[in-house]
């Protein structure tokens, strides 16, 4: 049973290689349940004097019950409850351990 509700769920695309003339080898998706949390954030750039410049940063942490089979060059794609389907690759994917060291969850930064 997991730490978290996971209500949510994403569809995990992997990445099978390349053939030998360049081309990408598909894979066999897969799907997980998890918990997915949105958030924006506005970031203010100050350059060569007075100028300055806002830039709108949009991300989501994905909590996934145990040890997942995920990688950096894999595509994840999720829908959320505004009916907008979202697809990254993650930028960050990081295992959470308990005392003994068994995986509890992992966590994925898209």
């Known amino acids: ?17 390349i053939d030998d003339w ?13 918990r997915i949390d949105e958030g924006a ?6 350059s060569a004097g007075t100028t300055n ?10 909590l996934i019950d145990k040890l997942a ?4 060059s894999d595509t ?3 829908t959320n409850e505004l ?9 960050e994917i990081n295992v959470k351990r308990d005392v003994a060291g068994k995986p509890m969850l992992t966590e994925v930064i898209v």
């Open 41 to 46: 954030q506005v970031r203010q750039y100050r």
């Open 22 to 34: 360049g081309n990408p080898i598909p894979a066999e998706s897969f799907t997980l349940k998890c």
């Open 83 to 91: 009916g907008q389907t979202i697809e990254r690759m993650p930028k």
């Open 53 to 62: 410049s806002e830039i709108v940063v949009a991300t989501a942490r994905i």
């Open 76 to 78: 994840i794609t999720f």
């Open 1 to 17: 049973m997991p730490a978290i509700p996971m209500r949510q769920q994403i569809t995990v695309n992997p990445s099978g290689g």
């Open 69 to 72: 089979d995920i990688s950096e």
